[in-house]
Every structure is written in structure tokens, then in C-alpha cells.
């Protein structure tokens, strides 16, 4: 995740139009030189999966940045706003993944109390009791 910083500065000027400032530039320079020493030191053995996700990882971070930021004034600037439809949002995209995964069985019994903690689904329910709570004040 060490190339957030140059993925940011890249998707914003290629979809917010933005411009960097000199130093920000360099800053991604030194980043970007960090990355490719460190990934290329003879002592260091790194699969190439793991680059590949690694790098994946460092562009959705970057995207996720310029959504949010793209997305704020659609809620008038409130993040507490934002946050909350992005976890609704992210609430309803899991479901395909639930079936698609297999794993509606394991959902199903926590849901039941079932598994091996009896008291994950009070965990999680009082989770998010608080989160809800704290995101409508």
C-alpha cells in the first residue's frame, strides 16, 4: 500500500483535474523510487501476488479517496452522511458475495447463535446499535 500517495495524486488530476504542487510531486518521486528499491532488494524475496495485490490495493485506496471526495458535496459536506451510505451501500453489495461465497450457512447460524462464540451476533448487533447511534447526532 506504499503507492497510495502517487495513485491519489494520479486519479485526482485525471478525474478531479487537479493540479500538484512541486513538492507534492516530489514527495510521489521519493515514494515511487522507495517502492521500486524496496521491491528489487537482493536480499528481499516478494512473490509476484503479492506485488500485484499490494499495488491493487494501494489504487482502490486511491479511488476510494476521490469518491469520497467527489462525493461529499452530494450530502452537503456531511461525512457522518457519506459514511452512512457507504455502509448501507456496502451492506447490500455483501449479500451476493454471502451466497456467491457460500457462506450463508456460517451467516445463518451466527445469526441463530449457532456458532462457536454464542454471543457474536449480541457482539455484533451491539456494534452496531452504537454505530447507528453515533452517526445520527
Request: hydrophobic share 50%; net charge neutral.
Amino acid at each position: 500500500r506504499g503507492l497510495v500517495l502517487p495513485f491519489t495524486v494520479l486519479f485526482s488530476w485525471f478525474l478531479l483535474k487537479t493540479h500538484s504542487s512541486p513538492a507534492t510531486l516530489a514527495a510521489v518521486g521519493i515514494v515511487c523510487l522507495g517502492f521500486f528499491l524496496g521491491i528489487s532488494a537482493e536480499n528481499m524475496t516478494a512473490s509476484s501476488l503479492g506485488i500485484v495485490l499490494g499495488v491493487a490495493s494501494s489504487v482502490t485506496t486511491a479511488v476510494h479517496a476521490i469518491v469520497v471526495k467527489r462525493s461529499l458535496p452530494i450530502v452537503n459536506g456531511q461525512t457522518l452522511d457519506l459514511v452512512y451510505y457507504s455502509n448501507l451501500l456496502s451492506a447490500g453489495v455483501i449479500v451476493p458475495f454471502i451466497l456467491v461465497s457460500g457462506e450463508l450457512g456460517v451467516v445463518t447460524e451466527m445469526a441463530m447463535g449457532g456458532s462457536d462464540n454464542p454471543h457474536a451476533l449480541k457482539t455484533f448487533l451491539t456494534g452496531a446499535a452504537i454505530t447507528v447511534s453515533l452517526s445520527h447526532q
